[in-house]
């Protein structure tokens, strides 16, 4: 799995403000919604209305009806539309909320959603499940100590290639400005408690990465951007990354909640 597996590659492409949410909301009936948004600032908005090449790396990231009614499908057995709205919020941003319902949670195969790349394999994830007992919520994600195989260790940077990427620190900030990466796992009326890292509020953060906060720390965004492209499990990267601001990734395998 790559650092980068929620969408990461495409907001480096993307170079503007954007925020992308993908929300699990488990209910003790054993349904569940999933709702994700994709939302983009006024800048990124206009280029998307004049065509060219940011249109087409946005393409593979707004789910347009077609596009959710496939994902619905790929999601598993019992997963359908919900809902598919267009939004705006107050601060100027838009995009898309599509809102997933889950007739039978152990049968929901959930990869967050990744964008369509061209002329490039699709990445192979294997899907988080879930399981309830009572209120005993169970999620397990294969991914999370995985490495694929098959891919050759890539050797590290060269300490000129380090320094130049610090050197150019300056002039990327701009392009990671008000990018906002999350995938949550939520109670429907609640989590009353859990092993997980990262537990704010009822709501368990497998991924959340802040680029305005991490960019406060130019030793850890360097190091972070260093390492974007490289395989990694999430255990690794959430050791690498534990004391950095504006990131968090849920290192565990399995992890347990007790629902409200």
């Not at 359908?80 to 195969?109: I, N, Q, Y």
């Not at 959930?110 to 007992?133: C, G, H, N, R, W």
């Not at 900030?173 to 008000?178: I, L, R, T, W």
């Not at 999350?182 to 092993?195: F, L, R």
Request: glycine share 6%.
């Amino acid at each position: 799995m790559k650092i980068s597996f929620l969408l990461l590659a495409a907001a480096f492409v993307l170079a503007s403000c954007i925020e992308i949410k993908s929300t699990v909301i488990v209910s003790k009936d054993g349904t569940a919604t999933i709702e994700e948004s994709m939302l983009m600032g006024v800048q990124l908005a206009a280029m998307m209305q004049a065509g060219g090449d940011q249109r087409d790396q946005l393409k593979g990231l707004v789910m347009d009806k077609e596009k959710a009614e496939e994902r619905a499908q790929k999601l598993g057995e019992g997963v359908t539309v919900k809902s598919h709205e267009e939004v705006k919020t107050p601060d100027g941003k838009s995009g898309v909320k599509v809102v997933f319902a889950v007739a039978d949670l152990t049968k929901l195969k959930y990869v967050p959603f990744e964008p369509e790349q061209e002329d490039k394999p699709a990445t192979i994830t294997v899907p988080m499940t879930f399981a309830l007992s009572g209120s005993s919520l169970t999620i397990t994600n294969p991914n999370a100590d995985k490495k694929p195989d098959g891919d050759a260790e890539k050797p590290p940077k060269s300490a000129d290639d380090i320094a130049m990427m610090k050197s150019q620190m300056a002039m990327m900030k701009p392009m990671f400005a008000g990018i906002h990466l999350a995938v949550e796992v939520k109670g429907a009326n609640g989590i009353a408690s859990s092993d997980a890292t990262n537990l704010s509020d009822g709501t368990i953060s497998y991924l959340d990465i802040q680029f305005d906060k991490l960019m406060e720390n130019a030793e850890a965004f360097s190091s972070f951007l260093e390492s974007a492209n490289d395989w990694m499990s999430a255990a690794t990267v959430a050791a690498k990354f534990s004391k950095a601001e504006g990131l968090k990734i849920e290192d565990k395998k399995v992890v347990t909640a007790v629902l409200k």
